[in-house]
């Protein structure tokens, strides 16, 4: 079975400028995941989508970050404008529902804002 | 607001020592607890607890989870080089089971 997909895995910008990370969940995962993870942290959940619709999204900068996933399927997250804070480690997760499923992450985008 | 401690957050010990990792947590609505390893890439999973006192135990890998004292601990039994790496604790919290994640345990086995 493929695991989670993300692209890039790096990904080296400098601030004001925009940056998009891509994510494929596990076949037939309805639940996605995208969390920030700051170096020497533990992850923080960003946005939580169920299909194509948004369960949680309370902890998303909404001014600058936004996260669509249009089909149900594969999703995208986007910084803009990219601010130094920004450097993280851009994970993303899915699981078959929000119902007490397990969670499985995928590589994570490596970011660092300059 | 929902927080997760892990304790310690680094340890360094010696191949064939046995360590035990702490979380604990001050959540509103748990549902479940969870560990994860994570090298230098995504974090990977072993163990969900949801049950008080019920051993959950893979190969030399083993966690309890305490309700009512609001802890879990991980052990690690003779240890190897490959079990370095940085150890999760995440707690899921509400209906959506959003977790929330501790810091981490930097763990460090040298030979």
């Known amino acids: 079975e493929a695991g989670v997909a993300q692209s890039p895995r790096y990904k080296i910008i400098e601030k004001r400028q925009s940056v998009a990370f891509w994510c494929n969940p596990i076949?037939?995962?309805?639940?996605l995941y995208w969390y920030q993870q700051i170096l020497g942290q533990g992850p923080k959940l960003l946005i939580q989508f169920q299909n194509n619709g948004v369960v949680d999204d309370s902890q998303l900068p909404k001014d600058r970050f936004s996260a669509e996933r249009l089909k149900g399927v594969d999703s995208t997250l986007k910084i803009q404008p990219a601010k130094l804070e920004d450097s993280a480690v851009y994970l993303c997760?899915?699981?078959?529902?929000?119902?007490?499923?397990?969670?499985?992450f995928g590589p994570g985008t490596r970011l660092l804002v300059l | 607001e929902d927080k997760v401690v892990q304790s310690p957050l680094s340890l360094v010990v010696h191949e064939g020592d046995t360590v035990t990792l702490n979380c604990s947590y001050e959540v509103t609505n748990f549902r479940s607890l969870l560990w994860y390893k994570q090298e230098k890439k995504a974090p990977t999973f072993l163990f969900m607890l949801?049950?008080?006192?019920i051993e959950k135990k893979s190969g030399r890998l083993s966690s309890i989870l305490d309700k009512k004292e609001l802890f879990s601990i991980l052990n690690i039994t003779a240890t190897q080089t490959g079990d370095s790496a940085v150890y999760l604790c995440a707690v899921g919290v509400g209906g959506a089971q959003k977790l929330v994640f501790g810091q981490g345990t930097r763990l460090t086995i040298n030979p």
């Open positions: 949801t049950s008080s006192g």
């Open positions: 997760a899915s699981s078959l529902s929000t119902g007490g499923e397990t969670q499985y």
């Open positions: 076949s037939g995962h309805a639940t």
